[in-house]
């Protein structure tokens, strides 16, 4: 089981990064054990299609659950054909949001929450 | 914290006009101008630049001549005619895909980031602004408009400030989509013209798509009695408030030079009513 | 000889002077007008033109066999545009994202991808006339309006007189519409903001080496700030259009001011034959 959560730092005590595509470190992690490893985020400059790259990203890390603040259309969509579940309504640090995870009080997303980036550059 | 977008189908109606008035007129804000290609905001605020963090748009193909042995399998490959008869690259048309770099037998051709701009933080007397300069020849971008929207706001969260105002892109592409992105509210100047009314209904229609609210402003209402009226028609039928008309008025022109904003220079005619539309916008906000 | 009138921003009367132009040229002419300005296509409104036939543009983007796809993910680490998503057991396209470069299909190793084609707008043909008149209008919401301009600037023909209403401000749309132009017409206003953007739109046509001239509209508004720098640039200031009210409301009626100013029709003329001797300084020779 991993839990990804899109991070503005590369530690537990480092807050939430709201945006999906462009957040700064994607930490992941086993909630049972609280070991964890964090990643860049290479789609973060993408000057196209950040939300479908980052989904890429934590399909090939092959993680199952996700926090973040918000995804778009896209992302959403990549997100559910990866089979990644979505949870959002958290804050503060990652720290606390694995908390709230594991409590259950993060609410599980079935549609986007925004409308979305950009698309493409040009 | 809230976002307010001001945008228009096109350049010119008044946009920047309301923003730099806004600005003198809102409390703790950060100013967001979101116009790169033609960022004028700075020629009203005077922004001192505190920080320049170099932005890159893309990639661009760059040959090494000295592998290229001119089979021509880039030109064939190449769906944008950015690779001429004479197997040169055209850096004004190449959109960085990558076609030309697999198809080179050679390994002549590299893909390389293109420096296409800056994003500057700056402080202003009426606050902290975030703004962009492009390289000539770069284009405003979703890219950079989105950069420039979330540094905006990641400073409003670091001086507490509950307000963002952004100064929208024009037209109906993809720097407009972003600069929709994540709003709470939209106001779209229009002028009384043939054009005016057309470039509205597409902003409007995008707007909607954005699941953002609009509201619409007239600028030189007194230009056109009629076109007025068919605004107000083309408004009511799709039940969007038309919130604030401002009369033509030759001091915005003279404010403009003297690089201030109209409700600073003067306080009838188009300075008033631009008082009366921010009253209302201020409402609108306690509202959301 | 194809002229491309162009402008930093929206609204400073850009599509006024090329309509103008052109019908002040065609009495004597072969004239053909291309509207660029492919997100607020407005020079229609002017030129009215009539028996519109309208041809589709589209791109080839990638349509992907999932009985034969491997979800290798090749496809997509090879998208510079982060169109397409391999997952496990699954793979997505983004068509709104794709350029439709083709890297995918030469990249595929299974032969699962082949390519359709995607409306993203259309370029419309009519008269008005002995003008030929194309417009081209990028579908709403579609972010790319560079194939759009290319695939109407196919239509041109180098024995007439091309002029091209370019979209404002200096990013993609605005370089594909300068390409191979002879010369850039760049209209301005006296003012501080005008000058900003025009110092911008003449860095770029220099950049692609086009010579360029300037028409100063809304002239006496402002300060002589644009005067001052054409002057210091060497930049010819071929035109000044005054501030007047009677040019202002035939503008917000549709109507170009050389079909009731017979003067400004000898006006347009004198400009041309100015950018003719600009662009082909031997020609004046000859004909003497």
Redesign the interface.
Known sequence: MNLAISATGDDLESKLDRRFGRCSYFIILDPDTMEFETIQNASRGASSGAGVKAAQILADSEVDNLITGNVGPNAYNALTAAGIEIFTGASGTVKEAIAKYKEGELSRTNEPTTAGGTGKSR | MKQILVISGKGGTGKTTLVSSFASLAGGKVLSDCDVDAADLHLVLSPRVNRKEEFSGGKEAVKDSSKCTECGLCYEGCRFDAIDENYEIDHFRCEGCGVCAYVCPEGAITMEDVLSGYSLESSTEHGSMIHGELQAGEEASGKLVTEIKQKAKKLAEEEGQELVIIDGSPGTGCPVIASLADVDFALVVTEPTESGLSDLKRVVELSKNFEVEPAIVVNKHDLNHQKVSEIEKYAEGHDIPIIGRIPYDSNVTRAMVEGESIVEYSDDGASEAIREIWRKVENKLLEL | MQITVSA?????GK?TVAVNLALALSESHSVEFLDCDV??P?AG?FLKPENENSEPVTI?IPEISEDVCTYC?DC?E?C????I????E?V?V?P??C?????CS??CTADAISERSKIIGEVRRGSTGSIDFYEGD?T???????PII?DMKKKVTEENISILDS???????V??SL?GSDFALLVTEP???GL??LR?SV??AR??NIPVGVVINRYG???KSVEDYCEDEGVPVLMKIPNDRKI??L????VPFVNKFDNWKGRFNQLFEEITRIVNPRAKSVEV
């Open positions: 930093g921003k929206g609204g400073t599509t997100e607020e407005d409104i080839e993910g997509s090879a510079e545009f982060n169109a998503a391999t997952f496990s699954n997505l983004y709104e994202l350029h439709g470069c083709g890297l030469r990249v990028l709403i919401g579609e972010p790319m309006a560079t290319r979209p404002p401000g200096t990013a993609c749309p370089i594909e390409h003012t501080p903001f900003h953007d911008l860095k770029v950049e692609m508004i402002g300060d202002a409301e503008y917000s009626n549709g």
